[in-house]
């Protein structure tokens, strides 16, 4: 896991230059091992939604830069794309750009035996997340007890 978040740390700091020249916003890195590959996904977002061109050139200019600085030891498949419509919230700029938005929670342990919540994303005040429910009651949750939290796609 530390390999893993110091590659993507590696990563993030080569992508400035390239997000801010392409005009988009880097929302987050992964880099993961899934069945025998490893896989650096780099997700990308601007105002309007980031199109298959977006994914493409910021895609061609990291491609050069890694290539060159190679921080990366093991083959990988790099992918790039827009984090979706149930993005998960990462960094703690997400809390605020979301406030007021549904999301799903999901807990590594359960709270009287839930594990899943879901309501509006009141915000992160140090360590704690805390939601909405759907009857006006406020829930909160430590950050590091929380197994993933995205924003909700409702219908």
């Known amino acids: 896991m530390a390999k893993e ?16 020249a ?3 916003e ?7 091992k899934e069945g025998q590959n490893w896989y650096l ?4 977002e601007k105002d309007g939604g980031v199109t298959i061109d977006d994914c493409e050139v910021v895609s061609r200019a990291i491609e050069k830069v890694i290539d060159e600085k190679d921080p990366i030891e093991q083959a990988y498949i790099l992918e790039v ?4 419509i149930d ?15 549904v999301v799903d929670v999901k807990l590594y342990k359960a709270i009287d035996k839930q594990k ?5 994303l009141k915000g992160l005040e140090g360590t704690i997340v805390t939601i909405i429910d759907d009857d006006g009651k ?13 924003l909700a796609v409702l219908f």
Do not use: W
């Open 81 to 84: 794309s827009s984090p979706g």
């Open 26 to 32: 880097l929302a987050y890195v992964e880099f993961v």
């Open 87 to 101: 993005r998960p919230l990462k960094k703690d700029a997400d809390f605020i750009k979301f406030a007021g938005e």
């Open 138 to 150: 406020e829930v909160s949750f430590e950050r590091k007890d929380i197994a993933s939290i995205r």
């Open 5 to 20: 978040k110091n590659t993507e740390k590696k990563v993030e700091a080569l992508l400035a230059p390239i997000i801010e």
């Open 116 to 120: 899943e919540f879901q309501g509006n």
């Open 41 to 44: 996904r780099i997700y990308i």
């Open 22 to 24: 392409n005009k988009v």
